[in-house]
C-alpha cells in the first residue's frame, strides 16, 4: 500500500505587529549578548563574573523573597512613599464635600492603602503589576472577558497581582484605536484557598480565567520605549546583588572553616601506628571536626595547630552598598537600617525626601491614585467633583517630629535670651529684623507674637493698678485700728 505523505497547511504571513514585536525581541536579545563583551570578543566579564544575561520575572521575585538588601530596595521608597494619610480633596480649606467623605469610606471599606502598598511592590518586582477591579456586574468567571458594562457600578474588591501571575494574552490590533499596541486581554492566576484538610492545613488551588483590560489597573514602573513594560527595580543592581551574595555568604563560609583552627599532626620517626591506632586518630578526628571533641589524645602524633584564615569583607561589602545606594537613591543608612531615617543626618534625610516627594507626584499619583479615582468616577463609584478638579494630598514628609521642634525650640530660647540680656541690642538689629532674619518667624508670626506681647503687658499693667488700688484701700483701715 502506499504511503501518502502528510499534506502541510501554509502558514500564514506574520503580520506588521508580530515582526515589530519578533524584531524588538531580537533586538533585546542582541543587545543581552553583547553585554560584558570586551575586546572584540575574546573576554566576556558576564560570563567570567557568573552574570546572567537574561533576567526573568521569577528570578527577580525570588531574590525579592530570600535577599534581604533586595527586599529593602524595593520596600524602603514604597514604605515611605505611602507612609500618612492619602486624601481625595476638592479644595484646600474644604473636607466636607461628598467626594472626600465617599473617597473615605472606600478607602476603609476595601482597605485600599495596603492594596496600593502591595500593587506597588509587585509592579516593582517585575515590568509591571495589575489590581484586578471586582465590579459587580460578574456572575461566573466568563464575565471577566467582557469589558465592564457602562452605568453605576459597584466595586465589591480589588486584587493586586504580579507579572507572573497576570499574563498579557492578547493586545489591541487596530491602528485606529487610541489603545494600539496595549494589552486588550490578560491570563490571570488565583491561587484559590479550598479550605482545610484534615491535618488542619489549607489545600489551594490554582484558578485560570481571562480578563479584560477594563477590569483591571495596569502599572508599570520606569517606562523607557515601551508603554506596557517597565524598568523593574532590581535589575540595573542585579550584578551588585549577586556580588554581595557572594561576599556576605563567601565571608560566613570563611569563617565557618579559617576562625577554628585546624592541626597538623607529624608522627615520630620512630614511632609505627598500628591500624587499630590509626583509625583511632581517624574517630578524634572526625569527632573534633564536628564538635563533639575539643581534644585530641594520641601517642606519637605531635600536633601543631594551623593559622586562622579570616579576613574582614566589610570594606568590599561596602563598595557594593555605595554603588547600590547611587542608583537607587536610597541613603546607604536607610538601605541598610544601620539608622532610622529621622536619625540619619539633615543632608541624607532632606535628599532622601526629595526622592520619596519625586515618586509620589510622578509614580505614586499619576500612575495608581489618579487613575484609580478616574475609574471609580467613570462608574460612579465615587461621586464627580463638584468643581470638576480634585487633589490628591499626601502626608508632609518634611514636617518637624517633636524632637524636632523641641530642639529648635530650645536654640530659639536662648538667642532671645542673649538677644534681651544686650540693652543696645534693639538699637543695632529692631525686634521684628531679630524675630524674622534670626529666628526665622513669618510676618503673620512675628504679628502674632507682638499681639500676645502687647496683651500680657496689659495683663500685667492691670496687675499692678489692681495691686496698688487695693493697698491704697487697706491702708487707711490700718492706720484706724492703730
Given at each position: ?25 531580537v533586538g ?7 553585554m ?13 563574573l ?5 533576567i526573568?520575572?521569577?528570578?527577580y521575585?525570588?531574590r ?7 527586599k ?40 485600599l492603602?495596603?492594596?496600593?502598598v ?7 518586582i517585575g515590568?509591571y ?15 471577566f ?8 457600578r ?5 486584587k ?7 499574563k ?13 499596541g496595549k ?5 490571570v ?6 479550605g ?14 481571562k480578563v479584560?483590560?477594563?477590569r ?13 513594560f ?32 585546624g592541626?597538623?599532626?607529624k ?9 587499630a ?28 595547630s594551623?593559622s586562622?584564615?579570616?579576613?574582614d ?6 563598595v ?19 539608622e532610622?531615617g ?15 516627594q ?11 491614585v489618579r ?9 460612579k ?11 490628591i ?5 518634611f ?17 532671645i ?18 524675630f524674622k532674619?534670626?529666628?526665622g518667624f513669618?510676618d ?5 507674637v507682638?499681639e ?8 500685667m499693667?492691670q496687675r ?10 487697706i491702708?487707711p ?5 492703730e
Amino acid at each position: 500500500m502506499e504511503r501518502t505523505k502528510p499534506t502541510s497547511k501554509k502558514e500564514a504571513p506574520m503580520t506588521m505587529e508580530q515582526i515589530k514585536v519578533f524584531s524588538a525581541l531580537v533586538g533585546r536579545a542582541q543587545l543581552a549578548t553583547s553585554m560584558g563583551v570586551q575586546y572584540g570578543g575574546d573576554r566576556d566579564i558576564y560570563q567570567a563574573l557568573g552574570y546572567p544575561t537574561n533576567i526573568t520575572y521569577a528570578a527577580y521575585a525570588a531574590r525579592y523573597s530570600r535577599q534581604d538588601i533586595a527586599k529593602a530596595i524595593i520596600d524602603r521608597p514604597i514604605s515611605y512613599t505611602w507612609k500618612g494619610k492619602i486624601l481625595v480633596t476638592e479644595a484646600k480649606d474644604d473636607k466636607d464635600t461628598k467626594l472626600e467623605k465617599a473617597w473615605l469610606k472606600l478607602m476603609e471599606d476595601l482597605k485600599l492603602k495596603s492594596k496600593f502598598v502591595r500593587l506597588d511592590k509587585v509592579s516593582s518586582i517585575g515590568s509591571y503589576g495589575v489590581l484586578l477591579l471586582g465590579f459587580n456586574d460578574t456572575q461566573k468567571p466568563e464575565d471577566f472577558e467582557k469589558p465592564v458594562q457602562t452605568g453605576t457600578r459597584q466595586l465589591l474588591y480589588v486584587k493586586p497581582l504580579g507579572e507572573g501571575n497576570a499574563k498579557i494574552s492578547a493586545y489591541e490590533k487596530d491602528p485606529q484605536n487610541d489603545r494600539y499596541g496595549k494589552p486588550l486581554m490578560y491570563n490571570v492566576t488565583f491561587i484559590a484557598e479550598e479550605g482545610t484538610t484534615v491535618s488542619n492545613t489549607s489545600s489551594t488551588i490554582e484558578k485560570n480565567m481571562k480578563v479584560h483590560y477594563t477590569r483591571v489597573l495596569h502599572v508599570a514602573g520606569e517606562l523607557l520605549e515601551s508603554e506596557t513594560f517597565g524598568e523593574p527595580v532590581l535589575k540595573p543592581v542585579w550584578n551588585r546583588l549577586m556580588d554581595l551574595e557572594k561576599l556576605v555568604g563567601g565571608s560566613a563560609e570563611m569563617f565557618w572553616r579559617g576562625a577554628r583552627p585546624g592541626f597538623q599532626g607529624k608522627v615520630d620517626k620512630d614511632f609505627k601506628m598500628t591500624p587499630a591506632q590509626l583509625t583511632e586518630l581517624e574517630t578524634q578526628i572526625d569527632e573534633y571536626e564536628h564538635n563533639l571533641r575539643r581534644m585530641l589524645v594520641n601517642e606519637g602524633v605531635d600536633y601543631t595547630s594551623l593559622s586562622q584564615q579570616v579576613a574582614d569583607p566589610s570594606t568590599h561589602v561596602d563598595v557594593q552598598i555605595q554603588m547600590i545606594s547611587a542608583q537607587t537613591g536610597i541613603p546607604k543608612r536607610v538601605l541598610t537600617g544601620s539608622e532610622r531615617g529621622e536619625l540619619s543626618s539633615s543632608q541624607d534625610r532632606d535628599a532622601w525626601f526629595d526622592v520619596i516627594q519625586t515618586r509620589r507626584e510622578e509614580h505614586a499619583e499619576s500612575i495608581i491614585v489618579r487613575p484609580f479615582v478616574d475609574l471609580c468616577i467613570k462608574y460612579k463609584i465615587l461621586p464627580e467633583p463638584s468643581t470638576k478638579e480634585y487633589f490628591i494630598e499626601w502626608s508632609d514628609l518634611f514636617a518637624p517630629s517633636e524632637k524636632d521642634k523641641a530642639e529648635v525650640g530650645k536654640i530659639r530660647a536662648t538667642a532671645i535670651k542673649d538677644y534681651v540680656s544686650n540693652p543696645a541690642a534693639e538699637f543695632i538689629l529692631p525686634p521684628d529684623a531679630f524675630f524674622k532674619h534670626l529666628l526665622g518667624f513669618t510676618d503673620e508670626q512675628i504679628d502674632g507674637v507682638q499681639e500676645m506681647a502687647n496683651e500680657h503687658q496689659g495683663e500685667m499693667i492691670q496687675r499692678e493698678q489692681d495691686d496698688i488700688a487695693r493697698a491704697a484701700v487697706i491702708e487707711p483701715k490700718i492706720e484706724e485700728t492703730e
